[in-house]
């Protein structure tokens, strides 16, 4: 029986785990560890700086390690494979777009907030939201520069 090569669980490994909850339920799932930027665990990229990649970072296939976060009580690492292909940085463009909308709609949001509070005491406050709106479409075009 031919045995296959051990890699540590570094940047860029395909991993596939186990987690084992307090009940003994399990649960598996496969990931590729990334850095920060490229991170986006619905497409299965896990960070190498959330709890789970720093307690897998170094280990091998065939391990278990306790992890007591939630409800969770040990993770079993099944198998680890070095990624050959790059990365695309797609995930990472697409999760930025996203938090600075949600960034614009929540200044929106407080300067309309703002706008009701103080138009009920001190009078009138117009909010500009073609002007935000615009910031976002200002914002997009710097980034695609």
């Keep these: 029986m031919k045995e296959t090569p051990s890699f540590p669980i570094l940047l860029g490994t395909h991993v596939f785990v186990e987690l084992v909850d307090s009940t003994g339920e399990i649960e598996q799932r496969e990931?590729?560890?990334v850095a920060e930027k490229q991170a986006d665990i619905?497409?299965?990229l896990l960070s190498e700086n959330t709890?789970?990649?720093h307690a897998i970072l170094g280990r091998?296939?065939?391990e278990s390690i306790p992890y007591a976060v939630g409800d969770l009580q040990e993770v079993r690492i099944l198998?680890?494979?070095?990624i050959t292909d790059p990365i695309?940085?797609?995930?990472a463009e697409k999760r930025r777009a996203t938090v600075q909308e949600a960034e614009n709609q929540s200044e929106i949001i407080?300067?309309?907030i703002f706008a009701t509070a103080c138009g009920s005491k001190w009078g009138e406050y117009d909010?500009?939201?073609d002007k935000l709106l615009n910031r976002t479409e200002d914002n997009d075009d710097n980034r695609s520069e």
């Design 127 to 129: 909010v500009d939201v």
């Design 110 to 112: 407080s300067q309309l």
């Design 79 to 82: 198998e680890v494979t070095k």
């Design 88 to 91: 695309s940085g797609e995930y």
């Design 31 to 33: 990931f590729t560890i």
């Design 60 to 62: 091998r296939a065939g």
């Design 51 to 53: 709890l789970l990649g």
């Design 42 to 44: 619905r497409a299965g």
